[in-house]
């Protein structure tokens, strides 16, 4: 399998963005989806996360509000968007594909494959 993940950039405080997964093969509507995110000097953390059917999410405490993810299944596409976007907001951003769980888990050990990461920087 292989994840896709873009839409990365260079925006300012406030502004949105919208990150895109797609993902090879033809079982991505079976499985859950994560974003993750990794800023320089610090260790990976959870984002968001969303379900197989796109219908129960799960999102890290300092996005809730901001950060919406979503899935296509159509497209094999999990999306993340992003408002009201800050500072501490920049890094890479990674999606994921969990097959150990059904429910969107913030655990990254039970992700088994993963994009290549996509760069965010917003500056104030």
């Known amino acids: 399998v292989q994840l896709q993940a873009c839409g990365g950039g260079s925006v300012q405080a406030g502004d949105s963005l919208r990150l895109s997964c797609e993902v090879s093969?033809?079982?991505?509507?079976?499985?859950?989806m994560g974003w993750f995110r990794q800023a320089p000097g610090k260790e990976r953390e959870f984002v968001a996360a969303?379900?197989?059917?796109?219908?129960?999410?799960n999102y890290q405490d300092s996005v809730k509000g901001r950060f919406t993810v979503s899935r296509d299944n159509a497209k094999n596409t999990v999306y993340l968007q992003m408002n009201s976007l800050k500072p501490e907001d920049t890094a890479a951003y990674y999606c994921?594909?969990?097959?150990?769980?059904?429910?969107?888990?913030?655990?990254?050990?039970?992700?088994?494959?993963w994009g290549q990461g996509t760069q965010v920087t917003v500056s104030s």
């Open positions: 093969g033809r079982t991505f509507s079976s499985y859950a």
């Open positions: 994921a594909r969990t097959r150990r769980t059904l429910f969107p888990t913030r655990d990254a050990g039970l992700y088994d494959a």
């Open positions: 969303i379900d197989k059917r796109g219908v129960s999410t």
